[in-house]
């Protein structure tokens, strides 16, 4: 592939995708609801099939972030191995997705797993219009430290659960 105009688009369309990104979990681990939720279009989806709930819509996802912001203090959100795909105004992506949470006796690895994404292009910037989050070990979530630690976001996101949940 030469570097040719629509290679150097779809570059820069990407650097602007992993900036997005970035503002997201900045976002999510430090506020406010609205910036989180203004990584999505108006009627994004962010889901966790693996945990059974599904968030729709700039309100609910600005309901959720406040239960996130109010049930896992000192959360760390690091997105790496972010692959992406670009095709004219719309865009898939992936990438690993491991969260870190910050309590009095140490520095916890909370979660591992990964997102799948898709992008569109909304004349001004790029956006999130379905996030799906995957947990490789999700009952992790329910034991030990981090199953204390990770009750109240239990609680709340059960409000959002799906009839597929597990």
């Known amino acids: 592939m030469g570097r040719d105009n629509a290679f150097l688009d ?3 369309d990407r650097v602007m995708i992993k900036d997005l990104l970035g503002r997201y979990a ?34 609910k996802l600005i309901e959720f972030a406040n239960d996130v912001y109010r049930t896992m203090p000192n959360a760390h959100h690091l997105m790496t191995n972010i692959v992406i795909d670009v095709s004219g105004d719309e865009a898939s992506g992936r990438c690993a997705l491991n969260v870190f949470v910050a309590l009095p006796d140490a520095v916890y690895a909370a979660l591992q797993g990964w997102y799948e994404d898709d ?18 070990e999700p009952q992790a979530m329910g034991m ?11 609680v709340a996101a059960a409000k959002y659960a799906t009839s597929a949940a597990p």
């Open 10 to 12: 779809a570059a820069a």
């Open 26 to 59: 900045w976002a999510l681990d430090h506020g406010p609801a609205a910036a989180w939720a203004g990584a999505f279009t108006p009627d994004g989806i962010f889901e966790a099939p693996n945990l059974g709930f599904r968030v729709a819509g700039r309100a």
């Open 119 to 136: 992008y569109v292009f909304d004349g001004v910037q790029w956006r999130i219009r379905h996030r799906r989050a995957y947990l490789v």
């Open 144 to 154: 030990g430290k981090m199953g204390e630690y990770f009750r109240g976001f239990s």
